[in-house]
């Protein structure tokens, strides 16, 4: 092809066969069901092993996972007469997905509650941009989209400690969303002012239908609806780059996001759009003959209508949080300390709560946590690369990360809470000297630490108010051999 057209295509396929993330229960115990009613299911179980990563199950679980994608990147450059030269750029992408998941609900060696699990997706997104390349100082980038979305997902859950209990629920998910867009920036350098400013809009629509259902054979529920919805949102951004000198560059940013509503499956309940407004400033420099490089940004968010998503009954919903702030600082920096070794470090301090949240008639969640925030993180990472002989390379790096303690549930209360943790990771990747192959031998979480992942807390009828936790997974290490053609 000629130098002002090129074309990248991409295609995957990923397999999974085999156990899902495992999940461990705590507390086994009596429920009492109603006043003077108590049932204890896991009379005579198995009581799990010290291990956290040990459980004692009766129901063999299984994870089938198949994912497909295709995407296309197309380049065209051309003249445009007194416009200058510009490219427009296609980026066409597709994802089919298959999920099958069968779980032991109640974690238990006896045989108390299981369900299976189906969800199919296919995906399709086509995005256009016409953006100038030339240097006069004006930047400006226009664009179209468009994404479809086809979900369908069918849930059930068996409790066979009550009469064959069964529940039933799932449906059929349609999405279609299209934006134009907009961004013209200038950089005022041209003219002898070290600024530069940038703004951008953004028109989008989103559509959703929905046919959904719920099945309780045993309480007689037998019920299948239909809805649609639509919404219509403008975002935008602008920002403001000052050039303090060549080595340092200060900025400040205000932005508008949106993210569409939609339904919870299954749950016949809709969810408003979100939306944020964002401000953030900072600075970007480097030092020591560019050898060094420090940024800095502090950033404020204010929320409407949050989107939070969490467990009710047997089903994942998704609810709104009426106003929410989060703010905080996140420090980064790189560090050349010899010719070969670069040191990395990052930090964060975060404050994120629900400033107005009536989680229920009864409870108020104003003042809380978000959850799953951690107040404090950091990272601090070292990788040293040697070129061998023949021109191929070799790079080794170490990564370290530590986490606050986080609350995995909107509810502050102590019983969902995480502790913080540390994990770190290496890996050793060699790269031939015409960068087509690539080794690359890694361990993760080398330390082998049970990090806690996530809590779910459900009420699930006969095994009472659960305690679900998931970890992180162990000490991993593998081998990864990658090819690529076109250089």
Not at 285 to 303: E, G, I
Not at 330 to 357: I, N, P
Not at 379 to 386: H, K, N, P
Request: glycine share 8%; net charge negative; aromatic share 12%.
């Amino acid at each position: 092809m000629s130098e002002d057209v090129d074309i990248v295509i991409t295609a995957q396929r990923f397999e999974n066969e085999g156990n899902q993330s495992q999940k461990r229960r705590e507390p086994f115990g009596p429920v009492e069901l109603a006043p003077g009613f108590v049932l204890n299911v896991y009379e005579g179980a198995i009581p799990n092993p010290d291990d956290p990563r040990v459980v004692a199950k009766d129901h063999r679980e299984e994870l089938d996972l198949t994912n497909t994608l295709f995407a296309v990147r197309a380049r065209w450059g051309f003249d445009l007469g007194q416009l200058g030269p510009v490219e427009l750029v296609s980026h066409t992408g597709g994802i089919r997905n298959r999920w099958f998941q069968t779980s032991d609900i109640d974690m238990s060696s006896n045989s108390v509650q299981i369900q299976d699990w189906n969800m199919r997706t296919t995906q399709f997104s086509q995005e256009l941009q016409l953006m100038s390349v030339s240097d006069s100082g004006v930047e400006w980038i226009l664009g179209a989209f468009y994404y479809d979305e086809d979900l369908s997902t069918d849930y059930v859950f068996r409790d066979t400690s009550i009469a064959g209990f069964d529940f039933n629920n799932g449906g059929d998910l349609s999405t279609r969303s299209t934006a134009i867009y907009g961004q013209l920036g200038y950089d005022f350098r041209e003219g002898g002012l070290p600024l530069k400013l940038t703004g951008g809009l953004r028109s989008t629509r989103d559509r959703k239908k929905i046919d959904e259902f719920q099945i309780i054979p045993q309480f007689g529920v037998d019920v299948f609806a239909s809805s649609r919805e639509s919404w219509r949102e403008v975002s935008g951004k602008v920002e403001l780059n000052w050039f303090v000198n060549e080595d340092l560059m200060a900025y400040t940013s205000y932005s508008r996001g949106y993210k569409g509503g939609g339904f919870s499956i299954g749950q016949f309940d809709t969810f408003d759009p979100e939306t944020v407004d964002a401000y953030e400033i900072g600075i970007k420099s480097q030092f020591l003959d560019n050898r060094a490089r420090v940024n800095v940004a502090a950033f404020y968010k204010d929320y409407k209508d949050l989107q939070v998503n969490f467990l009710e009954f047997t089903s994942f919903t998704t609810d709104n949080a009426a106003d929410s702030t989060i703010k905080g600082i996140e420090l980064e920096g790189t560090v050349l300390a010899t010719d070969s070794l670069t040191l990395h470090a990052m930090a964060t301090w975060l404050d994120a709560s629900f400033d107005s949240y009536q989680f229920t008639p009864e409870i108020s969640l104003d003042g809380e946590r978000m959850n799953r925030a951690p107040k404090y993180s950091f990272g601090l990472g070292a990788s040293q690369e040697w070129h061998l002989p023949g021109g191929s390379r070799l790079v080794a790096r170490a990564d370290y990360y530590w986490q606050d303690s986080v609350f995995y549930r909107v509810q502050n209360v102590p019983r969902h809470r995480g502790d913080s943790f540390h994990t770190a990771d290496a890996r050793l990747v060699w790269t031939s000297v015409d960068e087509r192959w690539t080794v690359d031998a890694f361990v993760t979480n080398f330390t082998n630490q049970d990090n806690q992942r996530g809590l779910t807390v459900s009420d699930g009828l006969s095994t009472g108010n659960n305690s679900f936790i998931s970890l992180y997974p162990p000490r991993q290490y593998g081998l990864r051999v990658g090819w690529q053609t076109g250089r």
